[in-house]
Nanobody, 125 residues
Framework: QEQLVESGGGLVQAGGSLRLSCAAS????????MGWFRQVPGKEREFVAA????????YYTDSVKGRFTASRDTAKNTVYLQMNSLKAEDTAVYYC??????????????????WGQGTRVTVSS
């Protein structure tokens, strides 16, 4: 049974934009925090952004601040990641995550409760 389903990845030129979506269902629906990680081959999965239930004050890794915006529609159990001014180094598989703990604690952690299957983002330079 799928809990988190991502969509919106693809190929874009540097400087362009993409919007990722992640819909939660089943036991993952309504969970406190939802957000995004990314991973490139040979590297650990890294935190990108997270939004707590209130939707206020999303959390971001430094490298995406000012370019990415995370938001949440609690009525739809969906979290979004608007990615602008994309760079080649943003190329990765992006994973949606959900956890009972606040997004403020997600950086440096990967032991979260629920994960999506991943969606690939490729930024060409």
């Amino acid at each position: 049974q799928e809990q988190l389903v991502e969509s919106g990845g693809g190929l874009v030129q540097a400087g362009g934009s993409l919007r990722l979506s992640c819909a939660a269902s089943g036991r993952a629906a309504g969970i406190y925090a939802m957000g995004w990680f990314r991973q490139v081959p040979g590297k650990e999965r890294e935190f990108v952004a997270a939004v707590d239930w209130s939707g206020r004050n999303p959390y971001y890794t430094d490298s995406v601040k000012g370019r990415f915006t995370a938001s949440r529609d609690t009525a739809k159990n969906t979290v979004y990641l608007q990615m602008n001014s994309l760079k080649a180094e943003d190329t990765a598989v992006y994973y949606c995550a959900a956890d009972r703990r606040s997004g403020s604690s997600w950086s440096g952690r990967t032991n979260l409760e629920y994960w999506g299957q991943g969606t690939r983002v490729t930024v060409s330079s």
